[in-house]
């Protein structure tokens, strides 16, 4: 029994493909894909196939191509339900054994297969005649003759036509060891085309020839970039003087370049394409050159070849062109690979260049423990003391060091930036990472592992004495604004301490002295408990506190530092007793400080708004949040970034402690102060969010 394979994408044509034969001799297979029907091509269990395609347009012929190549042997029958004069001659010529036209004629049909199918034969391919141009493309030319370069002939059997005779097949393979043996130039593009144009000369005497190639910028996986070069230049050539060849460019974008490059296939100085193109004729005739050759990677135009005849004066033929096409297309995947070498050990110097001249340490450890790459820094900081000399090994690496190593490659995990001191070294720092590299596309294999150590020994000198200036700075602005507040403090001190002895029994003075007193006092009283709480590390107290009262508390502490001030507070409270939990002290003292600011910002007969908002944070904890609003200028953004920092403040009096030492208290208490920026002018908001005690029986 005889299997027909039926490409379809409907099943309707395999089942009137099937009704039409003997079932009891034909076994139907349907396939939508040729990818499905593969295996039954590939190991010739098919001895007809049927494909259903309009023979209308060049996809078609694609679709016959690429069956062609899988089975050369297998007849090919084409079921079409609209078919072209030309695209029906180019189908037949690409190896095509009879067209039939829908809807199938199951006698015709019938009689197609037994003849096709019982001698198991694959219709012969029409002979080129020698003299015209080699068609490459499935686009037909009108009036040219060609032979179809697809894949129904492999690569041996074209050899074996170019070789003729009774041996061709054993001459062909002849030809394919001896071109084997130019491959052995895989790394030199000139030595590569040099000892092709010997081999052309040798197998088919090849009077002159040239190659003109471009090297185009070559992406990360090999192929030609955008805005690659357009220009081809003489790579190697074979009896022609050099002086000539080097002065000759081709253009990918006119004359011989352009046409190649528009129709893709070996064309002959008389084919109809060029004969209107005077300046293909110009390049033909500079460089007395009869035929040109495409070289392709199978994907894109790598370079021209052009041969001028055979040394006789004959014209090479189309069966030798053939052979030369497919030879080239071999030569121009081979210098695609070498310039992919090229790139890559191009990017790999470059990277070595840069790690041998940075500044870090550098080593590149593989998965047997070998030292694959160690720059210049590396070789200082891991030198073997026993050995100066050579290159350095695993066991030069500290013992701390190679065991993490080791680790990464063990479990294919990087590590986290750590410090390393050596041992020797006690004052020296370094900042080590330790990242494995894997190989993509083969599992993801550990390769090896990279450890860069930075040293930072320098840096974290800088970084301190920096620090340590910052410290000094802040204690001379700390220093000279302390004498300014203390002083301030002691002028009426001072001045009624001078009159005392004159004045003493006046009734004035002493009412004065006494003003001056309280108020010096509670000046100086508000500088130490501020240095004191500033500090202090944690809360000083834990006890559940009430905030209601603390608030009115603050308040009235507040109006003592500005006694001219008339403002009333204006309290929201939630209606229940609110409490958290910390320093009582502490937080009267943060609410004062607020307060007192507030005071301070706002006209003597203002309103200080208060209000105490019960809310939950990100976590769903309770928290309170206290907001104090004022009715001065307000906080811009500059000034609500920087009010919380020691010793800023925007008046002429005052130390600029009063919020940073609120924002320490609160976040004593696991709490936040927010200076909000001012979204309308006299508005100025201090919000403090403390968490909320459960206190039983509240």
């Not at 098919?46 to 494909?51: A, F, G, K, Y």
């Not at 970039?225 to 081709?250: D, F, H, I, T, Y």
């Not at 002959?268 to 394409?273: G, H, Q, Y």
């Amino acid at each position: 029994m005889k299997t027909i394979l039926v490409l379809a994408d409907h099943p309707d044509t395999a089942e009137a493909v099937r009704a039409a034969l003997d079932p009891q001799e034909y076994r139907v297979v349907h396939r939508v894909s040729l990818e499905e029907a593969e295996p039954l091509l590939a190991h010739g269990l098919v001895q007809l196939c049927v494909l259903d395609a309009d023979l209308t347009g060049v996809q078609a012929l694609w679709m016959i191509e690429r069956i062609r190549r899988r089975s050369a042997k297998c007849p090919l029958v084409v079921l079409a339900g609209a078919r072209q004069p030309e695209w029906e001659e180019e189908a037949v010529l690409q190896g095509v054994a009879q067209v039939v036209s829908k809807p199938v004629r199951p006698r015709l049909l019938q009689a197609v297969v037994e003849r096709l199918a019982g001698g198991g034969k694959a219709p012969a391919e029409p002979a080129p005649s020698n003299g015209h141009t080699a068609r490459l493309s499935a686009k037909p030319s009108p009036g040219t003759d060609f032979v179809p370069l697809s894949g129904a002939r492999t690569l041996a059997e074209v050899a074996g036509d170019a070789a003729g005779g009774a041996a061709a097949g054993r001459q062909g393979f002849e030809i394919l060891r001896k071109f084997s043996a130019i491959l052995t130039h895989s790394l030199d593009a000139e030595g590569l085309l040099r000892q092709f144009l010997f081999l052309l000369r040798e197998l088919f005497s090849v009077n002159r020839a040239v190659v003109f190639l471009r090297r185009p910028a070559l992406t990360a996986v090999g192929l030609p970039a955008e805005g690659s070069e357009q220009r081809l230049r003489a790579a190697c050539w074979l009896s022609m003087p050099g002086s000539l060849v080097e002065q000759v460019e081709l253009s990918l974008e006119a004359g011989l370049g352009g046409a190649l490059q528009q129709w893709g296939r070996i064309l002959r100085r008389n084919s109809p394409e060029l004969l209107q193109d005077p300046e293909a004729q110009k390049e033909f005739e500079l460089l007395g050159m009869q035929v040109a050759v495409p070289i392709v990677d199978r994907e894109h135009l790598l370079g021209v070849a052009m041969f001028d005849g055979h040394i006789t004066g004959e014209p090479l033929s189309n069966a030798e062109l053939e052979l030369v096409f497919h030879l080239l297309e071999q030569v121009g995947l081979a210098l695609r690979n070498i310039w992919l070498h090229d790139q890559l050990q191009a990017n790999h110097q470059m990277l070595a260049e840069i790690l041998r001249e940075l500044n870090s340490a550098c080593v590149v450890v593989g998965p047997n423990l070998t030292i694959l790459h160690a720059n210049r820094a590396a070789r200082r900081l891991f030198r073997s003391g026993s050995r100066r000399t050579g290159e350095p090994d695993f066991s030069d690496l500290p013992a701390a060091l190679g065991a993490k190593v080791y680790q990464v490659l063990r479990t294919g995990a990087g590590l986290p930036t750590f410090r390393y001191t050596p041992e020797d070294q006690s004052g020296t720092v370094y900042m080590v990472s330790i990242v494995p590299f894997r190989s993509q596309g083969s599992g993801d294999a550990l390769t090896s592992a990279l450890l860069i150590a930075d040293d930072r020994t320098q840096a974290e000198r800088l970084q301190k004495l920096e620090l340590e200036a910052a410290h000094l700075r802040l204690i001379r602005s700390m220093a000279d604004r302390l004498v300014h507040e203390i002083g301030n403090a002691l002028v009426p001190l001072t001045t009624h301490q001078q009159l005392m002895a004159e004045r003493f029994d006046d009734p004035e003075f002493r009412r004065s002295l006494e003003q001056a007193l309280a108020t010096g006092v509670q000046r100086i009283s508000r500088l130490l408990q501020q240095m004191r709480f500033l500090a202090a590390e944690t809360a000083l107290g834990d006890e559940p506190v009430p905030l209601v009262p603390l608030v009115q508390e603050a308040f009235q502490e507040a109006r003592k530092h500005v006694p001219q001030s008339r403002a009333e507070l204006e309290f929201r409270d939630p209606g229940r007793p609110v409490f958290v939990r910390g320093d009582r002290t502490a937080l009267r003292h943060a609410l004062t400080e607020v307060l007192l600011n507030a005071l301070q910002s706002g006209p003597e007969e203002a309103k200080v708004q208060v209000q105490l908002v019960t809310q939950t944070n990100g976590t769903g904890h309770p928290v309170l949040a206290l907001e104090v609003r004022d009715q001065g200028s307000g906080f811009n953004a500059e000034t609500a970034q920087k009010a919380g920092e020691p010793f800023f403040t925007t008046r002429n009096v005052g130390l600029g402690l009063g919020l940073a030492v609120t924002r320490r208290i609160v976040e004593s208490h696991r709490g936040r102060l927010e200076v909000v920026p001012a979204a309308e002018p006299a508005a100025g908001v201090v919000r403090i969010t403390l968490p909320l005690a459960e206190v039983t029986g509240a």
